[in-house]
């Protein structure tokens, strides 16, 4: 990570480094990295840690749920999950929400094999809380955008900024969404590994 941000400031010359992430790292988390002399790659976590498998990337930042054993990865943040929905929705004068307050309502998720679907499926599957597809969206901007029309409730991670005109409540019972920051090194993944 050092050298990474070494390279980032300038005072590694000699190459451009190279950055791999999905849409919501750039939007949310990377913007004070994201700058004229940095590489960008911009792909879901399967090419994220392709790009880094393969050296195209220097560093890639993926929610990973399970760690791979070959790529040295540390974690860089852990969001909650909060419940989006416009103003005047019943739930949205409730600061606390459990999953049970999820019961028959209609949501706007993710598709089926990304992360975040992963989890709010097992979690709601672990409540018994039925629920129903509104849609499937890829990326927050279009999952936000679907909640702002009323197409159905969204569940996303709490890095997410919202306009003003929703609401967002924390569930008590839906486990945070870890993205994991995730470099290239030689070796397999080990509580030890150097995270600098």
Known sequence: MTAFLADVHGTSPS???????GEGAYLYLLGGVVRPGIRLING????????????RADLGVAV?????ADITAVPLASYPQTLVMPDGH???ARPHLTLADLAGASLVVPPPEGPHRITLERALRAAEVPWSLAVEASGWPL???????GV???VVNGCVPLL?????ARSSTCPP??????TCRAGPTTPSSPTS
């Open 15 to 21: 190459r451009v480094p190279a950055l791999a992430a």
């Open 44 to 55: 879901d976590r399967a090419r994220t840690l392709a790009a880094v498998r393969t050296g």
């Open 64 to 68: 990973l749920d399970v760690l791979p």
């Open 90 to 92: 019943p739930l949205a």
């Open 143 to 149: 999952m936000l955008h679907f909640a702002s029309l």
């Open 152 to 154: 159905g409730l969204a």
């Open 164 to 168: 003003r005109a929703w609401r967002r």
């Open 177 to 182: 969404s870890p993205t994991t920051l995730s």
